[in-house]
T-cell receptor, first 114, second 108 residues
Framework: SAVISQKPSRDICQRGTSLTIQCQVDSQVTMMFWYRQQPGQSLTLIAT?????????ESGFVIDKFPISRPNLTFSTLTVSNMSPEDSSIYLCSAPGQVNTEAFFGQGTRLTVV | RKEVEQDPGPFNVPEGATVAFNCTYS??????FFWYRQDCRKEPKLLMSVYSSGNEDGRFTAQLNRASQYISLLIRDSKLSDSATYLC?????????FGTGTRLKVLA
């Protein structure tokens, strides 16, 4: 299994500002995933973060809004840029234990934009 | 059509009941499937993997039907503590696709 530490656990931010969320994995993983979960809904994949290359974004998500860093095999950040109230959501990072096995999650970041 | 579809529920069942959830997936190339449990305001946690031969863990049984492209989760002897949202997950091309989740409420 993988243990993932995510921070901050929650934040309240002013519109127009940016927030960077960090995830630290206790082992080296090739891919990390960033999800958004809006109230009452399931997880939507934002992007896949690969070490040494640009992140791969899903339809509807762009790098300018959600820049991602992946400086090494145990760490990644997601920035939510120029926030608006519509960005209020839970953001989760995830990493697989091994190839094609279950995914493990960080504790989530509950973001409220006011 | 969504890649992974589930009945959102809620399923309200009495303690001790048996309840079953189904989930359909659209990508016939998917190889790995999972059920996750998510409690309110918490991150999803793995409940069990779903193997071609089926998988049983105590009161929980998961089945995979590749021909019809669905997976199922059976919970026997429901407990109050089973109340949660159950997420069906199919592995896509180097990523995991989540269903919308099925809410279960076990009533005393």
């Amino acid at each position: 299994s993988a243990v993932i530490s995510q921070k901050p656990s929650r934040d309240i931010c002013q519109r127009g500002t940016s927030l960077t969320i960090q995830c630290q994995v206790d082992s080296q993983v090739t891919m990390m995933f960033w999800y958004r979960q809006q109230p009452g809904q399931s997880l939507t994949l934002i992007a896949t973060a690969n070490q040494g290359s640009e992140a791969t974004y899903e339809s509807g998500f762009v790098i300018d809004k959600f820049p991602i860093s992946r400086p090494n095999l145990t760490f990644s950040t997601l920035t939510v840029s120029n926030m608006s109230p519509e960005d209020s959501s839970i953001y989760l990072c995830s990493a697989p234990g091994q190839v094609n096995t279950e995914a493990f999650f960080g504790q989530g970041t509950r973001l409220t934009v006011v | 059509r969504k890649e992974v579809e589930q009945d959102p529920g809620p399923f309200n069942v009495p303690e001790g009941a048996t309840v079953a959830f189904n989930c359909t997936y659209s990508n016939s190339a998917s190889q790995s499937f999972f059920w996750y449990r998510q409690d309110c305001r918490k991150e999803p946690k793995l409940l069990m993997s779903v193997y071609s031969s089926g998988n049983e863990d105590g009161r929980f049984t998961a089945q995979l039907n590749r021909a019809s492209q669905y997976i199922s989760l059976l919970i026997r002897d429901s407990k109050l503590s089973d109340s949660a949202t159950y997420l069906c997950v199919a592995e896509g091309t180097y990523k995991y696709i989540f269903g919308t989740g099925t809410r279960l409420k076990v009533l005393a």
